[in-house]
């Protein structure tokens, strides 16, 4: 499926920089456009609540003075715990969005303020039936948070999940889990997504508003160093084992939670993601802090070197 005219502006590779709570600034989003890729942040990072304004003013005017600069978004959770929602959205369409990300409920009421100024929204899915949930409705692309993403992801192989969808959507797809180089963007493609989302690895950048400690352990982390749980927010999501560690919790023996818990963007929640760190498993592929235009160059780079080996192989 062909990339939606208004995101293609600017693309030099096809990705969408995955929305982190905390973790993703203004500062991150304009280097990421600026980059050539799609930046973005979740509404819920800029407090108090009147701040959001400012920072997309700030960054639609970093982006309007340069041509090759690709589009941002922004990511809208829809949950009863978000009261901010109806108010981030007036200003989401107030300064013409051009991509909202929704994330958790199916964007109903969202999608045709979006649509009536132009906009677009991608919805984040982990299931067949969240995907045709989100379609009904009108939603322009599916993200498929996979296994192996970081935050809030699913359980289901990318193989399966892009698969099944492909029968019956043939539109722009995001595809997540453990996308961290340039390899695994040519993969995403491969497999029929239309972009590679990707978040963990943006965490190591030095525009990322992370703690040292938490790039340095994105850095020293493997696979086996992350943990699937639903104890931090009522939803499973991945974080870093010694994060949960430093916390003084057995990571291995975590209560059960139930989703309806959720205080996701409340004071509990904002704690949880600041001092318990998210992480998708492909962190141990990633060897350095970077700052995102270099991080980005390079991924183009291996990108092209890993398109030109596949061209090269008689099979």
């Known amino acids: 499926m062909p990339i939606p005219a208004s995101l293609n502006r600017g693309l030099r590779l096809p990705v969408i920089c995955a929305p982190m709570f905390i973790v993703s600034n203004p500062d991150l989003v304009i280097a990421q456009c600026k980059g050539g890729v799609i930046g973005s942040f979740p509404a819920l990072n800029a407090r108090p609540a009147d701040m959001l304004d400012q920072w997309l003013t700030r960054i639609k005017a970093a982006l309007a003075d340069d041509p090759e600069a690709a589009p941002f978004a922004v990511n809208q959770i829809i949950h009863q715990s978000n009261e901010r929602l109806e108010h981030d959205m007036a200003l989401c369409v107030k300064h013409e969005v051009p991509l909202i990300i929704t994330s958790l409920r199916a964007p109903n009421e969202i999608v045709p303020h979006v649509h009536a100024y132009g906009g677009k929204v991608f919805h984040d899915v982990i299931s067949v039936r969240h995907a045709e949930k989100a379609l009904e409705a009108g939603v322009d692309g599916l993200i498929l948070v996979c296994a192996g993403a970081g935050g809030h992801a699913g359980t289901l192989s990318p193989f399966a999940l892009v698969g099944e969808i492909r029968r019956f959507y043939d539109g722009p797809i995001a595809l997540s889990g453990s996308i961290t180089n340039g390899q695994a963007i040519l993969a995403a493609q491969a497999m029929g997504a239309d972009f590679a989302y990707v978040g963990t690895r943006f965490i190591a950048t ?75 498993q492909g962190v141990g592929t990633i060897q350095e802090v970077l700052p995102a235009r270099e991080l980005i160059a390079r991924l183009r780079q291996e990108y092209r070197d890993a398109k030109a080996a596949l061209c090269s192989n008689p099979f």
């Open 206 to 280: 030095e525009e990322a508003n992370a703690q040292a400690a938490y790039k340095q352990c994105i850095v020293d982390s493997a696979a086996a160093d992350v943990v699937y749980t639903p104890y931090f927010t009522g939803v499973h999501g991945n974080y870093l084992k010694k994060s949960i560690e430093a916390a003084g919790l057995d990571p291995d023996n975590l209560p059960v939670k139930d989703k309806s818990a959720m205080d996701f963007g409340a004071a509990a929640g904002a704690k949880a993601w600041k001092d318990i760190w998210g992480a998708g």
